[in-house]
């Protein structure tokens, strides 16, 4: 079946210029998440949706990021003003939420933003 | 806070031996471990989980092994292929809900 998909897989943005990055998670999915991927690191945690309920936003790194979970399905990450430090992959997973007995995450195959 | 370490950044095996890569986690409330392998521009993909009420899970050339008591887990994969080549990340649950802690990553280097 159809996993995670993430767009654009690259993007290339001038310093200061507002990105939008998009994530469509497996169907039936409730839970959502976002984590950034520094050169030759870990992952990071951004923000976690889970069905209705108020997302954790307490990953982000700065209020110039935000993230929108319309319908219960697809996420939008919104970085504004760019700046170099943004520069990362940044990860989208989801997973079937809260209430099951796994954690498991699948991963889509991430968006490498590039700062010039 | 809260935080997953790995005790080697990178790990050279020769091919058919066997691999071993080492995880540390701080939350003595995590009760579920996963780890993942990432390939080079993929996404992490799942391998093998554990949940805290077992020490010892096995699958397919892979075994997780749980210390609760040293908070240490380990990854374990038998005669190691050049496919298994990447970057091994353990993870260990937050607590509470869904939530996943990921460690830096350990790269794998299968040489023939």
């Known amino acids: 079946g159809a996993g995670v998909s993430q767009s654009p897989s690259n993007k290339v943005t001038e310093k200061g210029k507002d990105v939008e990055l998009r994530c469509d998670p497996i169907s039936g999915h409730t839970a959502l998440y976002w984590y950034r991927q520094s050169l030759g690191q870990g992952l990071e945690f951004l923000i976690y949706f889970q069905g209705n309920s108020a997302p954790d936003k307490s990953g982000l790194p700065s209020d110039r990021f935000s993230a929108e979970r319309t319908g219960g399905s697809v996420s939008t990450l919104t970085i504004q003003r760019t700046q170099q430090e943004d520069a990362a992959v940044y990860l989208c997973?989801?997973?079937?939420?809260?209430?099951?007995?796994?954690?498991?995450?699948?991963f889509g195959p991430g968006t490498r933003l590039t700062v010039t | 806070g809260e935080s997953v370490g790995l005790h080697l950044p990178t790990l050279s095996v020769q091919e058919g031996d066997n691999s071993i890569i080492n995880c540390a986690y701080s939350n003595s409330a995590s009760d579920y471990f996963i780890w993942y392998k990432q390939e080079s521009g993929k996404g992490p993909q799942f391998i093998i989980d554990i949940r805290s009420n077992m020490d010892k899970r096995q699958g397919q050339r892979v075994t997780v092994l749980l210390n609760k008591t040293v908070k240490h887990l380990s990854l374990q994969i038998a005669a190691t292929q050049p496919g298994d080549s990447a970057v091994y990340f353990c993870?260990?649950?937050?607590?509470?809900?869904?939530?996943?802690?990921f460690g830096a990553g350990t790269r794998l280097a299968v040489h023939p």
């Open positions: 997973a989801s997973s079937l939420g809260a209430g099951t007995v796994t954690y498991e995450q699948y």
């Open positions: 993870a260990a649950s937050a607590g509470g809900y869904n939530k996943l802690i």
